[in-house]
């Protein structure tokens, strides 16, 4: 399997199942894109898979500095928590203390996932809730991303040393975090290596920063469910995503509901849980297009259609011309690709 992959500005053809572990290995953060067509200038590539990659940055430039629950209002909670952190250490601002959200879920999200949580997620970061999760491959990372992408404020909690941001594919997104005003935060001296079972330790930290933990998708043996059951001990709120059940990745937030964990079915559940009064009208998002083939496309993807091949048939555009505007729409940043053909608004 080929690939048209970017490393520092320049085009270079690789084979990605080859030369993705190598790449990180080096220091890369590598991104995988969707399958589609791009539009660069003077040349429409077709390729399998679009590979972004750019040179991960470096810790030196932030200072790791080190505190205890006592000296911050937004760590506060985590004094009343079984084995609380006596100490800890972070890089960034930690934020002041205001309605905060936990999200977690699989390391291997569905289509169905991403576009929850984009939804979710960017709702709750637009009206200021902070987030928290643990910069992981998959339902955490998307979170921050979301978060990020709203304008929100993030916090990620890691499970290992702050000398070396795991996992190194998402230090990319570390570094827009605390671009962002949001902090990076582990409990564990800034030397200590990457060990599987410190990963466990601190899940009790994510759900103890949190009023409320949302479980967006899990296995029925899935490593989220030990945040669910630490929130659970620690007194805060679990809510879960209810999903179809044929999936393997729904059957641990379907039992959670089952066993009387609030679903979610909408940001305002959250947020009416969370005791948010908002008497102001919603924004519009309407958005007028110069193209009138975006604006066709647009105006699905905000209107709830996702599929690729709907939104083709839908809007009676050509192949060539939908990529060439779904491509100007997640280019400016409009859309998001959650791969499988699939797409959601911003």
């Given at each position: 399997?080929?690939?048209?992959?970017?490393?520092?500005?320049?085009?270079?053809?690789?084979?990605?199942?080859?030369?993705?572990?190598?790449?990180?290995?080096?220091?890369?953060?590598?991104?995988?894109?969707?399958?589609?067509?791009?539009?660069?200038?003077?040349?429409?590539?077709?390729?399998?898979?679009?590979?972004?990659?750019?040179?991960?940055?470096?810790?030196?430039?932030?200072?790791?500095?080190?505190?205890?629950?006592?000296?911050?209002?937004?760590?506060?909670?985590?004094?009343?928590?079984?084995?609380?952190?006596?100490?800890?250490?972070?890089?960034?601002?930690?934020?002041?203390?205001?309605?905060?959200?936990?999200?977690?879920?699989?390391?291997?999200?569905?289509?169905?996932?991403?576009?929850?949580?984009?939804?979710?997620?960017?709702?709750?970061?637009?009206r200021g809730v902070i987030i928290v999760s643990g910069l992981a491959v998959g339902h955490d990372?998307?979170?921050?991303?979301?978060?990020?992408?709203?304008?929100?404020?993030?916090?990620?909690?890691?499970?290992?040393?702050?000398?070396?941001?795991?996992?190194?594919?998402?230090?990319?997104?570390?570094?827009?975090?605390?671009?962002?005003?949001?902090?990076?935060?582990?409990?564990?001296?800034?030397?200590?290596?990457?060990?599987?079972?410190?990963?466990?330790?601190?899940?009790?930290?994510?759900?103890?920063?949190?009023?409320?933990?949302?479980?967006?998708?899990?296995?029925?043996?899935?490593?989220?469910?030990?945040?669910?059951?630490?929130?659970?001990?620690?007194?805060?709120?679990?809510?879960?995503?209810?999903?179809?059940?044929?999936?393997?990745?729904?059957?641990?937030?379907?039992?959670?509901?089952?066993?009387?964990?609030?679903?979610?079915?909408?940001?305002?559940?959250?947020?009416?849980?969370?005791?948010?009064?908002?008497?102001?009208?919603?924004?519009?998002?309407?958005?007028?297009?110069?193209?009138?083939?975006?604006?066709?496309?647009?105006?699905?993807?905000?209107?709830?259609?996702?599929?690729?091949?709907?939104?083709?048939?839908?809007?009676?555009?050509?192949?060539?011309?939908?990529?060439?505007?779904?491509?100007m729409l997640e280019l400016n940043g409009y859309i998001t690709a959650l791969g499988g053909n699939?797409?959601?608004?911003?």
């Amino acid at each position: 399997m080929s690939a048209m992959c970017k490393v520092e500005g320049r085009y270079l053809t690789t084979d990605v199942q080859s030369n993705i572990y190598m790449l990180e290995n080096r220091g890369y953060n590598v991104h995988v894109g969707r399958r589609f067509s791009v539009f660069l200038p003077m040349t429409l590539f077709n390729l399998s898979y679009i590979i972004l990659i750019v040179k991960t940055f470096s810790m030196n430039k932030y200072q790791i500095k080190q505190i205890t629950p006592n000296d911050s209002n937004f760590l506060a909670p985590l004094n009343d928590i079984d084995q609380p952190a006596r100490r800890l250490w972070y890089i960034g601002e930690l934020p002041e203390r205001r309605p905060t959200v936990a999200i977690v879920g699989s390391r291997k999200p569905t289509d169905y996932g991403r576009a929850v949580s984009t939804q979710i997620v960017g709702e709750l970061a637009r009206r200021g809730v902070i987030i928290v999760s643990g910069l992981a491959v998959g339902h955490d990372g998307l979170a921050h991303r979301v978060c990020l992408d709203a304008g929100g404020t993030t916090v990620a909690v890691i499970g290992n040393g702050l000398n070396d941001i795991y996992p190194h594919r998402n230090q990319g997104l570390a570094e827009d975090i605390l671009k962002s005003g949001g902090a990076i935060i582990s409990e564990y001296p800034p030397e200590q290596p990457v060990l599987k079972h410190q990963f466990l330790e601190r899940n009790r930290l994510i759900s103890g920063l949190a009023d409320i933990v949302v479980v967006i998708e899990a296995g029925e043996r899935s490593g989220t469910l030990n945040t669910a059951s630490h929130a659970l001990s620690q007194g805060r709120e679990v809510m879960a995503v209810p999903g179809n059940i044929t999936s393997h990745l729904s059957i641990g937030c379907n039992k959670l509901i089952a066993d009387g964990a609030a679903p979610v079915l909408s940001a305002q559940d959250i947020i009416d849980r969370l005791g948010i009064q908002d008497t102001s009208e919603p924004p519009s998002r309407t958005i007028r297009f110069d193209s009138p083939d975006a604006q066709k496309i647009y105006d699905l993807v905000l209107a709830g259609e996702h599929d690729g091949d709907r939104l083709i048939e839908h809007t009676g555009l050509s192949a060539p011309e939908f990529t060439m505007a779904v491509s100007m729409l997640e280019l400016n940043g409009y859309i998001t690709a959650l791969g499988g053909n699939q797409w959601v608004a911003r």
